[in-house]
């Protein structure tokens, strides 16, 4: 098994730090919805829809972009992925209407979209199979930081500054200085020559498209939608149902999140000690519907706190060792590609939740939409069920053989 070198640690250090700007900036409007609904009049559809446009782009975008990864470009795209983002969020300052803050955000969604598909294939080239899932967990901290930390810190500029769009300049600015550190990181990294050894890559993962990698296309979408709802639209959910004011309902968001970090870390090496990735993720979604119930119900603000960080903790207990098993059943000479599938088809369900959600409140309230969450929750572990565990490298389709 090959060590684990600085190369290595430089692209894990550089992907943190883009992923946290890159859920960072695709979660950016969510502190500031309340807002931006009276200011420019939305309806709560178009609230879902606001935030669904930079999601859906980005998936509709993932497979091109894994395309292109697999033609030697991953190590490029993490990088402008942070610095194309950062431009997109100063624009969308200077939104004026619903039109042009959602055609704004549906080109974040494309400046985003270089980052997923690069950085699992880079993780993947980097640490073998038994630093995965502590790879990939640490990975997903930084996206998970990012988003814990924008609900907070959005309401604190706006109280600061009193202006949603002073605030996302602000932000904006953050990305162009963390660009700088990304892009020297990876150049870093390029320069040596420390990778796992070739001949492991290419043991590591199956020849050919599996019946795994099917089912996990299935989990990945079925999980993606309450994680989009919960992340995107937690603080309208709480000013909305539970009258807390933005402040109150973006820390109480950024509590949820900052939960899920811990559970990342209970996973992560457990995963990798135990060799196991199927318990983790259908105890993940399995016990994070029933939290979820739970908010249609008149909590006190004890209680609910209590609900919202195990919905935190439940929902992101998962997602190493789900991250991690995606690695292991992606082609081995296709592993962009796979992950562009995944993040393209397989987030599509997650990329128009917001909008299902928000049209679901509209309809019926917002009662009816948190059960729209708890029924993709429990499909999502009804889906997980079907993993096998014991034959990663059962072939479906492989596209190598011939007629």
């Known amino acids: 098994m090959s060590k684990v070198t600085r190369a290595s640690y430089a692209v894990l250090l550089a992907c943190v730090l883009a992923h946290f700007m890159n859920h960072m900036y695709t979660g950016a409007l969510a502190p500031f919805l309340p807002a931006i609904k009276n200011e420019l009049n939305l309806t709560l559809t178009e609230a879902g829809a606001v935030t669904s446009a930079a999601i859906v782009t980005m998936t509709i975008s993932h ?12 190590d490029i795209f993490i990088p402008l992925s942070v610095l ?26 494309f400046g985003a979209a270089p980052y997923h598909p690069s950085a699992f294939p880079a993780l993947t080239e980097r640490f073998p199979t038994n630093y995965r899932a502590k790879a990939t967990g640490i990975q997903a901290a930084g996206g998970l930081i990012g988003m814990a930390l924008i609900p907070i810190l959005g309401v604190g500029l706006l109280l ?34 420390e990778r796992v050894k070739e001949e492991e890559i290419e043991q590591d993962g199956p020849d050919g498209w599996t019946k795994n990698f099917v089912v996990a296309l299935v989990v990945s979408g079925l999980r993606g939608m309450p994680f989009r709802c919960t992340t995107l639209l937690m603080p309208l959910y709480l000013v909305m149902s539970y ?37 983790f993720i259908i105890i993940s979604t399995g016990l994070m519907a029933p939290f979820l119930l739970m908010l249609n119900y008149s909590l006190d603000n004890f209680a609910l706190i209590m609900v919202l960080m195990a919905i935190g903790f439940f929902y992101f207990f998962g997602v ?3 991250q991690a098993f995606e690695t292991e059943i992606s082609p081995k000479h296709a592993r962009g590609l796979a992950f562009g599938i995944l993040f393209s088809i397989g987030a599509v369900p997650g990329a128009v939740a917001p909008i299902i959600f928000g049209a679901i409140g509209d309809a019926f309230g917002l009662g009816a939409s948190i059960l729209f969450l708890v029924g993709t929750s429990l499909l999502a572990t009804i889906a997980a069920l079907f993993i096998d565990e014991k034959d990663k490298n059962a072939i479906v389709l492989d596209l190598e053989e011939s007629p």
Do not use: C
Not at 161 to 182: D, E, K, N
Not at 252 to 260: F, P, S
């Open 160 to 193: 600061r500054y009193g202006l949603w769009r002073v605030s996302l300049t602000i932000l904006a600015g953050v990305g162009f200085l963390v660009f700088a550190p990304i892009a020297l990181l990876m150049i870093y990294a390029n320069l040596k020559t």
């Open 243 to 279: 009258g807390y004011e933005p402040i109150w309902a973006g820390s109480l968001t950024t509590l949820m999140l900052v939960t899920g970090l811990f559970g990342q870390f209970v996973s992560a090496p457990l995963s990798d000690r135990v060799g196991k990735r199927k318990p």
């Open 84 to 109: 194309i983002t950062a431009l997109i969020i100063l624009i969308s300052s200077l939104a004026t209407s619903f039109l042009f803050l959602a055609v704004s955000m549906a080109l974040l969604g």
């Open 320 to 322: 190493p060792p789900n």
């Open 63 to 74: 497979l091109f972009v894994g395309h292109l990864v697999d033609k030697g470009w991953k």
